[in-house]
């Protein structure tokens, strides 16, 4: 189970940070990110991370977006800085455990020009 929090309005320019806390026991072992959903738009994705730590982003975040993950707290987080109005949308988090994806209730991101 994922449980999505930190969505709001925010002004362009400003800032936002996402959690996202995981309850699988095998959070460690998981690739886990984020992904966002704008209205009339398909889900895509925004950045994740590995076990390992290793990160990708998507090239309209790269620079403002910091994904980050404790394995202790079971937690990922993504920090949001610089916001645009493009960034406006719904924000999943996911878990990929072997072939199975997990998806969070989703957060609203609303950013105001």
């Known amino acids: 189970q994922l449980q999505a929090s930190g969505g709001g309005l925010v002004q362009a320019g400003g800032s936002l940070r996402l959690s996202c806390a995981a309850s699988s026991s095998r959070f460690r072992n998981n690739r886990v990110g984020w992904y966002r959903q704008a209205p009339g738009s398909q889900r895509e994705l925004v950045a994740t991370?590995?076990?390992?730590?290793?990160?990708n982003y998507a090239d309209s975040v790269k620079g403002r977006f910091t994904i980050s993950r404790d394995n202790v707290k079971k937690t990922v987080y993504l920090q949001m800085n610089n916001l645009k109005s493009g960034d406006t949308a719904v924000y999943y988090c996911?878990?990929?455990?072997?072939?199975?994806?997990?998806w969070g209730q989703g957060t609203q991101v609303t950013v105001s020009s």
């Open positions: 991370t590995s076990p390992n730590m290793a990160t």
């Open positions: 996911w878990s990929k455990t072997g072939e199975y994806d997990y």
